[in-house]
């Protein structure tokens, strides 16, 4: 590990854990890796600015992902965190961690956002500035690798699945959820129209994402592949990880659905979305209707 700039704790704790080619800067105390220049693109962009803003990332640490089916769902997957080494791929300001909590013996957070990896190092987290799509770390170093609601804010979610898939070691698991599965979200027609329609909506509502325009613009742009017709498929895990040489599972469900769906149960979505699913041909209560994916996938010791 090269550094740039003077060291900092957080840096001399991820000594042993970053490749030995990596440079590394330091800013405000956070390492910051090199980002190629061919992935410097609006949706990175867009991520750095939504997760770097303290009001819009505190409303998202907040309000997502910590409900009790979430967590149930994840602790169920990924087991205790206790006096494991857990790198978390787009921890953002630290949701997974604080949801599920736990006390590991190295807790990583990667996220291109300052402001985001700020947030998390509060409550816990090894915070690094890196390029999920080409991470500084070396391979085969975590027990657990998190990756939350964050593939389908990567332009290449084939290659950060790959570098998320390198960290594990053999014994460890990689899991995956929250990334929109895409057979649900293909609205076609009058549905497509009513999606559309919903944004303006949720500007006067003040939604969370969508409380100003500027906010739900870089909300929007962060999700390179958050629109209809886009997303998760099972095949995708399978193709990526199975060659690799681990055990993949994956499981569709609604975000009602705790640990149930491990037993093959998808729960209900709200009924927005089972409307727009009726308008454009999918069968509500299908598998292939289920808004999300969880995939959790082993590495063998072998």
């Not at 303290?54 to 907040?62: G, H, L, N, V």
């Not at 013996?105 to 080409?134: F, H, R, T």
């Not at 898939?165 to 497509?192: M, S, Y």
Request: charged content about 20%; glycine content about 8%; aromatic content about 8%.
């Amino acid at each position: 590990m090269l550094l740039n700039d003077k060291l900092s704790l957080s840096s001399v704790a991820l000594d042993g854990y970053v490749k030995e080619s990596a440079l590394l800067d330091v800013i405000d105390g956070i390492p910051m890796a090199t980002i190629s220049p061919k992935h410097l693109t609006l949706a990175l962009a867009a991520n750095a600015q939504y997760f770097g803003h303290p009001q819009w990332a505190r409303s998202y640490f907040d309000a997502c992902h910590r409900d009790s089916a979430f967590i149930e769902r994840w602790r169920v997957a990924t087991g205790s965190w206790d006096d494991r080494v857990v790198v978390d791929i787009g921890c953002g300001p630290g949701n997974v961690f604080a949801a599920v909590g736990g006390n590991p013996k190295l807790l990583i957070g990667v996220d291109v956002s300052l402001g985001g990896l700020k947030m998390a190092q509060e409550i816990g987290y090894l915070p690094l500035l890196a390029d999920a799509q080409n991470l500084p770390l070396k391979s085969e170093i975590a027990d657990i690798v998190v990756i939350n609601a964050s593939l389908h804010h990567c332009d290449d979610m084939e290659a950060a699945l790959t570098e998320a898939a390198r960290l594990v070691k053999p014994g460890g698991v990689l899991v995956c959820d929250h990334d929109l599965q895409k057979t649900a979200w293909h609205f076609k027609g009058l549905a497509r129209f009513l999606w559309e329609a919903r944004l303006p909506m949720y500007r006067m509502m003040g939604r969370g994402g969508h409380g100003s325009s500027s906010e739900q613009e870089c909300a929007l742009a962060s999700e390179a592949h958050h629109v209809p017709g886009d997303g998760m498929t099972v095949e995708f895990y399978h193709r990526i990880l199975d060659p690799l040489g681990f055990q993949t599972s994956v499981y569709p469900h609604n975000h009602d659905t705790g640990a149930a769906i491990f037993e093959g149960k998808i729960g209900r979505s709200s009924r927005k979305y089972r409307v727009a699913q009726w308008l454009s041909g999918v069968d509500p209560d299908s598998r292939e209707a289920a808004l999300s994916l969880m995939c959790v996938a082993s590495r063998p010791i072998t």
